[in-house]
T-cell receptor
Framework: DGGITQSPKYLFRKEGQNVTLSCEQN?????MYWYRQDPGQGLRLIYY???????QKGDIAEGYSVSREMKESFPLTVTSAQKNPTAFYLC???????????FGNGTRLTVT | GEDVEQSLFLSVREGDSSVINCTYT??????LYWYKQEPGAGLQLLTY?????DMKQDQRLTVLLNKKDKHLSLRIADTQTGDSAIYFC???????????FGQGTTLQVKP
């Protein structure tokens, strides 16, 4: 079955540590996205990539980094510079253009 | 900047119709989506409408678009307890290529 896989589902880290969230898709989609969701708020775009080896900052990129070395994979690193990293992180992909986004099941990150 | 607004909460009785409303500011929004999110899960695409359409019906779901008022609504007929979830409206601009999400409306269905 085609889809988007995010792992792990739950992640716990100590403050000051970098952590990498995995996102893999087998839908052959060109575009991939990372969103952050906080309670009572909509989704906020962190980074997106429309093609391999290229990515752009979204609205809240500070404290995050990404790479897009393969079409199928778009890992997100939450660095120690991110002031409020505890959140639910959602990865999505699309064919591009007007096509809808397909979402993974998310990773809940807790930093203490 | 671009913005999408939704009311935060709606409560209905099982069997009633639910209407979730959304307004957007970007007049260049050419495609609008409704997503459903169940607890602890990702977003599931429910339906979408392009700006050259006024209405779209898909089984129990009806989407109405008023381009003049930049208002979008999602009607769920015969609402069931399984429809309890958060519903997100999202507007996509053909100018920027970005998708802007509303805050989400929590739908509570009482038996």
């Amino acid at each position: 079955d085609g889809g988007i896989t995010q792992s792990p589902k739950y992640l716990f880290r100590k403050e000051g540590q970098n952590v990498t969230l995995s996102c893999e898709q087998n839908l052959n989609h060109d575009a991939m996205y990372w969103y952050r969701q906080d309670p009572g708020q909509g989704l906020r775009l962190i980074y997106y990539s429309q093609i391999v080896n290229d990515f752009q900052k979204g609205d809240i990129a500070e404290g995050y980094s990404v790479s897009r070395e393969m079409k199928e994979s778009f890992p997100l690193t939450v660095t120690s510079a991110q002031k409020n990293p505890t959140a639910f992180y959602l990865c999505a992909s699309s064919i591009g253009g007007r096509s809808p986004l397909h979402f993974g099941n998310g990773t809940r990150l807790t930093v203490t | 900047g671009e913005d999408v607004e939704q009311s935060l909460f709606l409560s209905v009785r099982e069997g009633d119709s639910s209407v979730i409303n959304c307004t957007y500011t970007d007049s260049s929004s050419t495609y609008l989506y409704w997503y459903k999110q169940e607890p602890g899960a990702g977003l599931q695409l429910l339906t979408y409408i392009f700006s050259n359409m006024d209405m779209k019906q898909d089984q129990r779901l009806t989407v109405l678009l008023n381009k003049k008022d930049k208002h979008l609504s999602l009607r769920i007929a015969d609402t069931q307890t399984g429809d309890s979830a958060i519903y997100f409206c999202a507007a996509g601009s053909s100018n920027t290529g970005k998708l802007i999400f509303g805050q989400g409306t929590t739908l509570q269905v009482k038996p």
